[in-house]
């Protein structure tokens, strides 16, 4: 092919990615894929709620690289709310792709770590990590094919997007937006709701892509159900509810997966121990170093006393002894009086927290139970914790809401009551709120450290 076919070609596949991910790339795009790119040729802004698995960062990949490949000067700034969805799933994904180029591309692009640059052309991209502390993500980009990829959008700053906003919307400029829909506020939501008329949008659920195994639907149903936050997002490609009585938001536990937090080594780790015995409950154990949940919540089924009091020794003995827990807080209503008891006997430092008794704060909660939840509220909407990305953890958060009683008192749905609207126990987030019994006993104690003595640790190591 001489020159000047070269060129003819380039020129029909820049008005056709389509045709270039079917002739060039050589792979056949779906059909929310296939309206996805033409959305892209035909408008400057696009916007894609998503399911999981459906295929978008495949989808970004082919952008990428036809928008690179068909036309210069070319400039795309690729950002993700974190460097591992970059870099490992974006750039991860745009190589995969590369490799499958015909030799003459493949030429012409030198594909680095966080960077593509087209030889002999003023043709680049660039992956940028967006943070609220660094958000010029966006900004400073001008060309006159200017491409702006934002990847798990819901998931990225408002302030980013404000200082991004002069580059975005230079003229000729344009800007894709793609993720799942976890919150019901910022610039991906309002993309859909309050400014829908200046955005070309898309939702595509997980049963809209043959990527997508019913299996995973179907599990996904039984484990979350139907009505669950969980599944609306991850699979409906739908907003969460945002019910005035949902006491942690979607959006706050999202954020808490995708924000990467450190807790100093001289903070102190607490363990929550939510023990169930037979049936459908679970045991769950949840390990929190101040501002940090440091792994997943383990879970159990149908383990007896003795048994589960080995489990815990055993998680004690193999853990490092500077990351040891000064407490393990266990619900002590039931079995659990006897778990306490026995990991005494064996030493731990064990303390039965009855979650039915009144609160240390009569004036706003009636139960402990009630304290202990919304402290896990204002522990997330401090916006500087961490949380691990468990799916069934950030369900069990999700699920529970609250009432006013008759005097004015707040109070979370017991578990009865949300079997009665098809939700399982919230198992592991009863774990997860028990951590934070080390600080709401205190205040019941009326002093800080008033039972502290007994295990014979530091004061100071008690601020958590």
Not at 235 to 255: H, N, R, T
């Amino acid at each position: 092919m001489d020159t000047q076919e070269q060129a003819k070609l380039i020129a029909q596949l820049a008005q056709d990615p389509v045709a270039f991910v079917r002739g060039i790339i050589g792979v056949e795009p779906e059909d929310w894929q296939r309206k996805a790119l033409e959305a892209v040729r035909d408008n400057d802004r696009v916007a894609i709620r998503s399911g999981h698995g459906i295929g978008k960062t495949a989808f970004l990949s082919w952008l990428i690289l036809w928008w690179l490949t068909t036309r210069t000067p070319a400039r795309i700034a690729c950002t993700a709310n974190t460097a591992s969805q970059l870099s490992d799933i974006l750039w991860a994904e745009v190589q995969k792709w590369y490799r499958k180029l015909p030799e003459g591309f493949q030429k012409v692009l030198d594909v680095k770590t966080d960077r593509i640059d087209v030889v002999g052309a003023d043709n680049f991209a660039v992956a940028r990590t967006a943070r609220r502390e660094n958000p010029e993500a966006l900004q400073g980009f001008h060309s006159p094919n200017m491409l702006f990829l934002i990847d798990e959008a819901s998931g990225v700053d408002d302030l980013i997007f404000e200082v991004g906003e002069g580059a975005m919307s230079t003229e000729g400029a344009k800007t894709v937006m793609t993720g799942n829909p976890t919150r019901t506020s910022g610039y991906f939501y309002d993309a859909f709701n309050k400014v829908a008329d200046r955005w070309f949008t898309m939702k595509v659920a997980s049963s809209d892509s043959t990527q997508v195994g019913k299996n995973f639907i179907e599990d996904m149903k039984a484990k979350y159900g139907e009505e669950s936050n969980i599944f609306r997002v991850r699979v409906l490609g739908e907003w969460p509810e945002a019910d005035d009585d949902v006491i942690i938001p979607m959006y706050l536990l999202q954020s808490a997966v995708e924000r990467k937090q450190e807790a100093a080594e001289t903070t102190p780790v607490v363990w929550g121990l939510d023990v169930a015995r037979f049936g459908s409950d679970r045991t769950a154990l949840c390990k929190r170093k101040g501002n940090v949940v440091v792994e997943p919540v383990k879970t159990w089924r149908n383990k007896d006393l003795m048994e589960l009091c080995g489990i815990i020794l055993n998680e004690y003995e193999t853990t490092r002894w500077s990351e040891r827990p000064l407490e393990i807080l266990v619900d002590s209503i039931g079995i659990g009086a006897g778990v306490v008891d026995r990991l005494q006997e064996l030493d731990l430092p064990a303390r039965g927290i009855n979650v039915a008794e009144s609160s240390a704060m009569r004036d706003k909660y009636s139960r402990l139970r009630d304290e202990l939840w919304f402290s896990a509220k204002e522990w997330f909407e401090t916006k500087e914790c961490s949380i691990p990305e468990q799916e069934e953890l950030i369900s069990d958060l999700s699920k529970p809401r609250f009432k006013f009683t008759s005097n004015g008192k707040l109070k979370v749905e017991s578990k009865d009551e949300m079997r009665k609207r098809g939700m399982n126990s919230p198992d592991l987030a009863d774990a997860f709120c028990l951590t934070f019994a080390s600080n709401a006993s205190a205040a019941k104690s009326g002093s800080r450290y008033k039972w502290n003595s007994s295990l014979n640790y530091p004061k100071a190591r008690w601020i958590i």
